[in-house]
């Protein structure tokens, strides 16, 4: 499958265009202050915009001055490039299986319900970085490609290496991959947190949804997710 196995697995390395989450000397207080930044600033974007949200209104909701915000983010990009970083690589990692030697079908019914929850679970910041992209810096999005073009590698190497084993039933790899992606990626054009689905019965929903379009039988994934290996650093520039 030439279009998936194109893969930009550099993104294992420290990316240059990384915005900052913890530094390494950061002290616990400084970690929470910066996440009370990034939860107040989630929560204003998603109500009024990346556009109609300034800066001025999250000092305000947070009762502090501008200083405080720009200790630890140098402006509003890079806070919404650091929530969009983190959820794409909650999502983006869920395909990563070193030193696995299950039979593939196994591994990818883990991946596939791993990020389907990930989605679920991380969906408001995932939904941000689909309605900013043009804001973002073309640097950052390249960064976000290379996640994905290493998430599709990963997949289409599953989905192919099943198939082969006869545990899968699908026609075109690439296809039934990009497919997929539609189904989870654009979850934030219908999905509603507060709506007739709970998350957790949603997130079993969707991944239903996938198994049947790869031939995968639900008994497949009788065990738990683990909680996937973690191959992408954070991001260290402020």
Not at 14 to 25: C, E, H, L, S
Not at 71 to 87: Q, S
Not at 111 to 132: I, K, N
């Amino acid at each position: 499958m030439p279009a998936v196995r194109h893969s930009v697995r550099a993104a294992k390395a420290t990316p240059a265009a990384a915005p900052a989450t913890i530094r390494p000397a950061e002290t616990q207080a400084c970690a929470d202050k910066r996440e009370r930044i990034l939860a107040v600033a989630e929560d204003l974007f998603n109500s009024h915009g990346f556009a109609g949200t300034t800066v001025d209104m999250i000092c305000e909701e947070l009762g502090v001055t501008k200083p405080f915000v720009y200790y630890y983010f140098r402006d509003k990009h890079a806070i919404v490039e650091t929530l969009a970083w983190r959820a794409s690589v909650a999502c983006l990692s869920t395909m990563k299986f070193p030193d696995d030697d299950r039979p593939a079908h196994a591994k990818l019914a883990e991946g596939l319900q791993r990020w389907v929850a990930a989605s679920v679970a991380h969906f408001r910041s995932s939904a941000l970085a689909f309605r900013v992209t043009a804001s973002l810096r073309p640097e950052f999005r390249a960064e976000l490609r290379a996640l994905a073009n290493d998430f599709y590698a990963d997949l289409g190497a599953l989905m192919e290496e099943g198939r082969r084993q006869g545990t899968l039933s699908f026609d075109d790899t690439t296809v039934t991959a990009m497919s997929m992606g539609g189904v989870v990626g654009f979850m934030y054009t219908w999905y509603r947190p507060d709506g007739r689905l709970p998350p957790d019965q949603l997130a079993e929903r969707l991944t239903a949804t996938l198994f049947k379009m790869i031939g995968l039988r639900p008994s497949s994934a009788s065990s738990k997710p683990r909680a996937p290996a973690r191959h992408h650093p954070r991001r260290t520039t402020k």
